[in-house]
């Protein structure tokens, strides 16, 4: 069974602080990474994939991948309240298919 | 203006019953996607779809059918509902069918209920 797992949260920080999400996956065959963002009632977007080993940044984003240890994080610097929303985390994997396999999410709550 | 549509937003049937949820994307893109996402969030495949193949994952019962009158729309059709399919059921679209390579655009859901 392909997995994607992330911790469910919630991941409370302040204003301003660094939130740190965290993903792992147990298919070694793992070629693409992907992190949505899903506020409440509504649908998931995406906001940044990454290929390959190491860290990409995109603004207050930053995503880091180590496929030795076959985690992915998602770093978002000068946190804002209005990233407070649930994080997915998706793979992909020819192994699986066309198809991207989602972890269940880490909430994230940013506190004013 | 809207990329990708579904209709309707809510659905709440009986047991037992037939239905279907509709998906529009007006983008231009060659492939469709359902996906379900229960009550503890997780977000699971369904069906890929372009004009060439359809993708089925293999752990989605076979009363759940896509239909796809043209490139623009897929269907989702629901046999015989049970309380488990309860959830929100969303329809996404990409340029291509490689999942690794297009992003996807995902519609505003359905959220089904089973009584």
């Known amino acids: 069974q392909k997995e994607v797992e992330q911790n469910s949260g919630p991941l409370s920080v302040p204003e301003g602080a660094i939130a740190s999400l965290n993903c792992t996956y147990s298919?070694?065959?793992?070629?693409?990474f992907f992190w949505y963002r899903q506020y409440s009632g509504k649908s998931p977007e995406l906001i940044m994939f990454i290929y390959s080993n190491g860290d990409k940044e995109d603004g207050r984003f930053t995503a880091q991948l180590n496929k030795a240890s076959q985690y992915v994080s998602l770093l978002i610097r000068d946190s804002q309240p209005s990233d407070s929303a649930t994080y997915l985390c998706a793979v992909y994997s020819p192994n699986a298919g066309n198809m991207l396999t989602f972890g269940g999410g880490t909430r994230l709550m940013v506190k004013p | 203006d809207t990329a990708v549509s579904q209709t309707p937003k809510y659905l709440v049937t009986q047991m037992g019953n037939d239905k279907s949820i509709k998906c529009e994307q007006n983008l231009g893109h060659d492939t469709m996607y359902w996906y379900k996402q229960d009550s503890k969030k997780f977000l699971k495949i369904m069906f890929s779809y372009n004009n060439k193949e359809l993708i089925i994952n293999e752990t989605v019962p076979n009363r759940f059918s896509p239909k796809s009158p043209d490139k623009a729309h897929l269907n989702l059709h629901i046999n015989s509902l049970e309380l488990g399919d309860s959830a929100v059921y969303f329809c996404?679209?990409?340029?291509?069918?490689?999942?690794?390579?297009?992003?996807?655009?995902f519609g505003p859901g359905t959220r089904l209920t089973v009584l």
């Open positions: 996404a679209s990409s340029q291509g069918l490689a999942a690794h390579i297009f992003e996807q655009f």
């Open positions: 298919d070694r065959g793992s070629q693409s």
